[in-house]
Every structure is written in C-alpha cells, then in structure tokens.
C-alpha cells in the first residue's frame, strides 16, 4: 500500500484500508466497509486532519476531470480531486484565474473546500469558500446532495474538514487577469512595527504577504521582507505549472541539520539578499504564489522526525499586542523556528461555520519536531492565542488539546451536527477526546 502521511510528517497513521475514487457517477459504497472512512486528496494537510488511524482513507487522486468552463459567467465546474495545478494550466492562457490560491499549487478543490483555504488576498478575497457556488457530497447513506451556500450542509462542508461526507465535484467563480504575470514589490522591514506600518496599506494590492525572521529578538523582533503584488501582462510563453519541480532534495537530512545556528545564518543571508530595501519586478505567477514548490522534497531537510507548522490568527492589537507575544516567546525559546510568515486577514465572513481566517494578523511557523519540548512551546502559544480570542488553524496541526480546540471553534458542536456519522479523522477523534 503507498504511504499516506501528512505533510509534516508527525504524526504517523496506519489505515487500515484504501478505497480509490474513480467515478463521481458511482461512489463507493460505504455500508459494508468496517470503522470510520476519511477522503484523503493531495496529503498537502501538515498535521493529522487528512489521516485516519485504523480507519479506511477514500482516495479521491482520480476524481480530478474538470467539467466545464463558462467563459461568458466566469464559472468552473470540476471534480474534487481535481488540483489547483491542473485548473491553472488551463485557466491562466484564457485570461482567468482562480480566486484563492494558498502557498502550494499541489492542492485538491475538495481539499481546498474541507480547510476552507485562505490566500495573500485574505484581506480582498475572503477564503476559498467564498467562492464556491454549489457542490455534490455524497453521504455515507446512498444519498448525494447538492448543495449551495445558503444551505447548512453546505456552511458545515465548507471548513468542514471532510467530515460532512464525500464531495464529488464543485463549482467555483474564477476572476480575469491580464496575464500570467504579477507586479511583484519586496520591500526589507526593520521590525514589527514596520510591519505593521506596512500593511496599512495592504488594500492598494491584492496580494500581500510577509516573510518573518522568527529568530530575531530585541529591536530586531518581527524583521523580514514584504511582498506585495497585482496580476499583470507577461511577455513570455506560458509555462505550464504541471512542469517538473526542477530542484529536489535528494535524501532525508540528519537530525539536527536545522538548529538555531544554521536557521539565524540562513535568516541573516535571507534577510540581506536583495540589494535595495524596495525592489520591483514583473514575475511570473507561480514563483510568487508558490515558491516553495521549486524544490521537490523540501521537507527531507527536517530530517527524519518531521514537523509541526503552528498557524495562529489573532486580532491585531497596539504595538503587535498578541502576536509581539508570540513572537517573542519564539525568538527567546531553544526551538529553530523556520519559514514564519505573517500576513493582515480582512473582514470578509466566509460561508464555513469552522473556517479558521478572522480579522486580524496571522503567524505560520514551522519547527522541526524535537519531542516534548517543541510540544512545551507550542501548548504555550495556543494559551497566548486563546487569551486573545484567536484561533488555531487545523489544516496545519497535529498537537493542540481539546480544550483549546474547542475555545478556538466554537461552533464545533454545529460541525457535529452534520457531519456524515461514517466520517471521521485522527485529528477530530483526538480534539474530541474526553
Ligand atoms: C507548502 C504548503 C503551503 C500551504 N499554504 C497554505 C496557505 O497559504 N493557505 C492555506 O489555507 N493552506 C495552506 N496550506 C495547507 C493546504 O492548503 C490545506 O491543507 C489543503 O486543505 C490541502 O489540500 P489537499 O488536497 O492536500 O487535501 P488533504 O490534505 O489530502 O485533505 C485535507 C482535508 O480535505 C478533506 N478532503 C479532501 N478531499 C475531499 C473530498 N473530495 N471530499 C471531502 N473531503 C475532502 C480531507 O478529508 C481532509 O480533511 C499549505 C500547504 C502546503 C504544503
């Protein structure tokens, strides 16, 4: 059987069985299969809400045809285990583009539903599922619904983490672009209150979206490099974003390989690479959305325990309130914190009753997994986060209690209320725990 893990590797899982789904014509039936059943997509999910320990994973990879494209309304039609790369290689030649694209091009529209997934256009967009005008589930008992976003099932599906059954195909609202380009600006920031100054005035752009250097203390705290961008014309042939990752991590590094010395040397080099403090280009789109997929592999470079990324949403506050906090609590902990990111979330109310995105700042930090330890810090940040009335993201985790994750969501026991009584996941079993 091929590995079905997450993206960070932690934790592990064994199913016991896989169905693949082929047809949305004829999806598998459910009634004789034991224990609960989870879909499983891309696996792009960090922590264990795509794993289903002793239970059965439904395989959605084929289910990817796309469906139809209404040129004149602007509407895709597809099928779930369709991926974000396949849509854009046909949508971008024609002028279109998907609403909401999040940091990785290798992720499914049912995936994309289930975490209800945000971009660096929160701040304009909204999440994924704003966007989504209807879609088929099929539910464990025979019966397959569509649904539109004034229904409940439809407001539980969406940020539903794929508990309100099978969705077998959906429809979305792309937006025109003028090319396959963007008007990239990366901007070097002293400190989080640059930051902050910064992101004033996000609503000039439609893209906006912060590298942080979590290792940085002192009046350095919160230093990193701003990128902000709007689609434009670009005078190259179109490159298809299926082509091959040309870089790769070979092997899996040794433990150890990524410590608080060699993370300060890369976050010193990364900070100071570009030459000017503002510097502008027009870019192709997928290095700009997606730079993380040039290198196949990246996360061998973690070595062989894996990793937690902790994604946070807090309001924004005086002075970083919250989120200087966190921040600090990082920078001053053993832990080598890698790839922070920060970003502005806007306003826009997503249709999901547990979507994660709410006003305010968001953090993503990954660290290597180092045991008891790594669990220490980040069980002290959620409480920071539940002090301030935020919210944990469940795509990326794999660790936070029940108690926090029911202070984070509290329409949870809504969720339960729909969801398909054949469906469940490690992570919805563990944040459900007495
Ligand atoms: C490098 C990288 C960058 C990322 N950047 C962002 C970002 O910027 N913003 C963001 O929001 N997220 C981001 N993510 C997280 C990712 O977008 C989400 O975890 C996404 O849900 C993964 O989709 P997937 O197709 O891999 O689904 P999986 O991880 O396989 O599954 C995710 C969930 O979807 C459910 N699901 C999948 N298909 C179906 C279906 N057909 N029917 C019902 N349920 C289904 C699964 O049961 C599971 O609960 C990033 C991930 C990576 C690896």
Redesign the pocket.
Known sequence: MPTYQ??GRYPAASPTGVLP?VWRSDPPALDRVPGPV?????????GD??LNDGGTL?D?RR?DRLIALDEEAGLLRCE??A?LAAILDVIVPRGWFLPV????R???????????????NHHRAG??GRHVTCLE?ARSSGERIVCTPDEPLFQA?VGG????????WAELRLKRVPGAGISQERIRFPSLEAFFDLATEDDAYEYTVAWVDCLAGGSRLGRGIYLRGDHAPLDAPHASPLDATRLRVPVEAPAGLINRLTMRAFNEAYYRRQFRRRQWEIVPYAPFF?P??AVGDWTRLYGPGGFLQYQCAVPDAPAGGPIRSILERISRSNEPACLGVLKRFGDARSPGWLS?PRKGITL?VDFPFRGPRTLTLLDELDAVVRDAGGAV?P??DARMSAASFSAFFPAAPRLESQRDPKYS?S?WRRVHAA
């Open positions: 997450s993206w789904v989870l879909a499983y997509a891309c696996g792009r999910s960090y809400s795509c439904l959605v289910l779930a285990g991926t694209v999040p940091g990785t290798w992720v499914s529209v049912g995936g994309a539903i289930a975490n209800d997934i945000h971009g660096k999440t994924f589930l599906t983490l794929g508990l309100t059954g099978l969705i077998l997606f993380l997929d994660f993503a993201y795509a990326k996941s992570f």
